[in-house]
């Protein structure tokens, strides 16, 4: 093969180049690797057109009476949530502050996606799948929880709340 | 329009005595470039409008249908027919004057352009009249009229007679001139060819094998989690198809326009060729908050996803020495005389340098976006529509502005209107554009999401967003002013009665220009091959993957 021509300053930039690259890959890496930080990617169906219902797939767990905050048999917090034109509901939720929370979502009719500002609580809700998300919050106070896809015309005013307490304030 | 008419019928008159592969490169290049620029000036006030709806500003303009109809044509025109009828328009130019060669089949040519034209005035119809309202990302399991699906993969399908004419055209010049060096004006052009071939399968596979049939009734039920799949294999590469022109202007036109030479023509192919295989295999980054693809997969995409960065870094130190070199021809002294050397009063040497900055910008904005894990922070806020219209709406179309310049008088030999002009539209663009999307930035990082038409939200955090919500308005009318500069600018050039001197295409000289290049920088075969086989890595398995894990199908809803 033919070798090209190459400037020798532009030899010392390529280095940097990738310099550069690795760095942003072991970074990631090191978080993804040693502190778990994932996004929300459980590949977990649910059949949403029964999503209320007891039976089928999801064994009623989004049905009307099983949303909202509970402690699973580990201790664990978890919130289950389901979005629909145009809230989520439950639509007011307490939680507290720095405690890990696992949240699941599912979609009763279209596309969704669910953001609440100045946390890492993101996730898109595909109808069919149940999104899940383990995060904890970091900031004490009431903050809308905002669709982030369109999914109609009245996208703007799909939110909901979550308001959040000091620990020690916090019962179930 | 009638003025351009008489034009391009003065050039076929005028251009008797010129060979037919020129008449025809300049003839094709017009029309697909003022359809282009139709739809740019069509779409532009419409963003506009958006911004002043969306502010709450001006209680008469609030229509949640007016503004979704207006957002959905604003990105149709915006992203699909002003950059594809753009990107063609400058390969069939290039192709007849960088190859000198006839082109292989003219009626083919304008078939590809006919078909794509009619399939914009068909998709115009539902979107204009609020019955296409579902954004030019067109999630399932939302539908609008199936005209709208209809008329936008005929626009893909003409666009894909234009990448096979850049196909052929570069073959049949290989096969004509044996061992010689593809020009890398056309060694460019026709990489985005191929890489536009690739990246439209995707949403030419969900239009055709998932919307359209249900929105004609002959299917009942669609995944939305394949559909999202297959759209984000179209979505990221699809704005590399947009900014090749770009980077290929900076490389193969600047140089010459600024009075120098190219500092590396091999580098560029390097360039050109990496862009093209890290472009359609790291799509999943648009899809890190989704449920329906598991995590390693997208972790498998990052890397392909931050390996986009080198090619973008090695423009940026060609271009930037390039200009160097221009500047220090012309008699620049020291470490950073040459600047002001530059020839700045070239639209297309400014235009570089202003696409440049935005680039540089943008481009760390960006790794946001790209980061496994940040993305969270931002995912779908009004972050996102701020950096891609800093990368697209700012690096590449300053750089179409550029290239209409530059290109307009040698088409139509009447000199350009006013440079004066073109100058200051190039800057008004560029300073509108950072007043529009710095705020846009900083309202995504205070969380606001994107697509609301309104802000109802009583909280505290909704009252931090209102002064952003100014500043953007008054950059979207500096933008709005600009590009009907530009216009003017241009339909002024078609009245001019003064003609153009300078009728000549030629294209930049590196500073070692190459007798030979490796064949891997010469070809596209192999690329194509490893195109192939990186996308069965990444692509094969999480579209697979839906044929067996059971999901429950979604009906059709209107929005």
């Given at each position: 093969m033919m070798a090209i021509h190459i400037h020798p300053l532009e030899r010392k930039w390529l280095f940097v180049i990738a310099v550069i690259i690795l760095l942003t890959w072991v970074v990631q890496l090191y978080y993804a690797l040693n502190k778990s930080t994932h996004p929300p990617s459980n590949v977990e169906v649910i059949d949403s057109v029964r999503l209320h219902l007891n039976d089928g797939i999801g064994g009623g767990e989004f049905a009307e009476t099983n949303l909202g905050v509970k402690r699973d048999k580990n201790g664990q917090l978890r919130v289950t949530m389901v979005a629909a034109r145009y809230s989520f509901y439950p639509q007011e939720i307490v939680l507290p502050l720095g405690e890990s929370i696992t949240f699941r979502f599912a979609s009763f009719d279209v596309l969704h996606g669910l953001h609440v500002p100045f946390s890492n609580l993101n996730s898109m809700v595909v109808p069919g799948y149940i999104s899940e998300v383990t995060t904890e919050f970091t900031r004490e106070g009431e903050f809308p929880i905002l669709c982030n896809e369109y999914c109609g015309t009245a996208h703007a005013f799909m939110y909901g709340k979550i308001k959040i307490v000091a620990k020690e304030k916090f019962k179930l | 329009m009638a003025a351009i008419e008489s034009d391009v019928s003065a050039i076929i008159q005028s251009n008797a005595q010129e060979s037919e592969h020129i008449s025809t490169a300049k003839k094709l290049g017009l029309w697909n470039m003022w359809v282009a620029f139709t739809a740019f000036i069509i779409a532009l006030p419409m963003g506009l409008y958006q911004v002043a709806e969306r502010s709450d500003l001006f209680p008469a303009l609030e229509s949640a249908q007016v503004y979704y109809a207006s957002i959905s044509t604003h990105g149709v025109l915006m992203a699909y027919v002003f950059s594809t009828f753009f990107i063609m328009g400058f390969g069939y130019h290039t192709a007849g004057y960088s190859l000198q060669q006839k082109l292989w089949s003219t009626k083919f040519a304008w078939s590809g352009f006919i078909i794509a034209l009619f399939g914009v005035v068909l998709a115009a119809i539902p979107l204009l009249t609020g019955n296409a309202s579902v954004m030019y990302t067109f999630y399932?399991?939302?539908?609008?009229?199936?005209?709208?699906?209809?008329?936008?993969?005929?626009?893909?399908?003409?666009?894909?007679?234009?990448?096979?004419?850049?196909?052929?055209?570069m073959?049949?010049?290989?096969?004509?001139?044996?061992?010689?060096?593809?020009?890398?004006?056309?060694?460019?052009?026709?990489?985005?060819?191929?890489?536009?071939?690739?990246?439209?399968?995707?949403?030419?596979?969900?239009?055709?094998?998932?919307?359209?049939?249900?929105?004609?009734?002959?299917?009942?039920?669609?995944?939305?989690g394949l559909a999202r799949t297959l759209f984000s294999w179209t979505l990221h590469a699809i704005v590399y198809f947009w900014l090749f022109p770009a980077y290929i202007v900076m490389y193969s036109i600047m140089p010459k326009e600024a009075g120098g030479k190219l500092f590396s023509d091999e580098m560029g192919r390097v360039a050109f060729v990496m862009l093209f295989i890290f472009s359609v295999p790291i799509g999943f980054h648009h899809l890190y908050m989704d449920p329906q693809q598991a995590a390693g997969w997208k972790l498998l995409h990052m890397f392909g996803t931050f390996m986009v960065a080198v090619p973008t870094l090695i423009t940026g130190f060609t271009i930037l020495a390039t200009l160097e070199i221009s500047g220090r021809l012309r008699g620049g002294k020291g470490l950073l005389g040459w600047v002001s050397r530059i020839k700045w009063d070239n639209p297309v040497v400014l235009g570089t340098a202003l696409a440049m900055l935005m680039l540089t910008v943008g481009g760390w904005g960006g790794v946001i976006n790209a980061s496994y894990s940040m993305n969270s922070l931002i995912h779908n806020t009004q972050w996102v529509p701020g950096h891609f219209h800093?990368?697209?709406?700012?690096?590449?179309?300053?750089?179409?502005?550029?290239?209409?310049?530059?290109?307009?008088?040698?088409?139509?030999?009447?000199?350009?209107?006013?440079?004066?002009?073109?100058?200051?539209?190039?800057?008004?663009?560029?300073?509108?554009?950072?007043?529009?999307?710095?705020?846009?930035?900083?309202?995504?990082?205070?969380?606001?999401?994107?697509?609301?038409?309104?802000?109802?939200?009583?909280?505290?955090?909704?009252?931090?967003?209102?002064?952003?919500e100014m500043v953007m308005l008054a950059g979207s009318l500096l933008l709005t002013v600009s590009g009907f500069l530009f216009i003017i600018n241009l339909v002024m050039t078609h009245l001019n009665t003064r003609k153009q001197d300078d009728m000549s295409v030629t294209y930049a000289v590196a500073v070692h220009q190459p007798m030979h290049v490796p064949k891997l920088l010469n070809s596209l075969s192999f690329w194509n091959w490893a195109m192939l086989c990186y996308m069965i890595i990444s692509y094969g398995y999480p579209i697979i993957q839906f044929a067996f894990i059971g999901t429950p199908q979604s009906t059709p809803w209107s929005y």
């Open positions: - | 399932p399991p939302e539908v609008g009229h199936p005209i709208f699906y209809i008329g936008a993969t005929l626009l893909i399908v003409g666009s894909w007679f234009w990448s096979v004419d850049m196909i052929v055209a073959t049949q010049w290989k096969k004509a001139n044996p061992g010689k060096v593809v020009p890398l004006v056309m060694f460019g052009v026709t990489i985005n060819a191929l890489l536009w071939l690739w990246t439209s399968a995707g949403v030419a596979a969900e239009v055709v094998f998932q919307i359209i049939p249900v929105t004609l009734g002959l299917t009942e039920t669609f995944d939305p800093l990368i697209y709406g700012g690096t590449t179309v300053i750089m179409y502005f550029a290239v209409a310049y530059w290109l307009w008088p040698k088409i139509i030999g009447r000199a350009l209107y006013s440079n004066k002009m073109a100058l200051i539209q190039l800057w008004s663009w560029f300073f509108g554009m950072w007043i529009t999307t710095a705020p846009w930035h900083i309202l995504g990082l205070l969380g606001q999401p994107r697509r609301v038409n309104t802000l109802p939200y009583d909280t505290a955090i909704a009252a931090l967003w209102d002064p952003y």
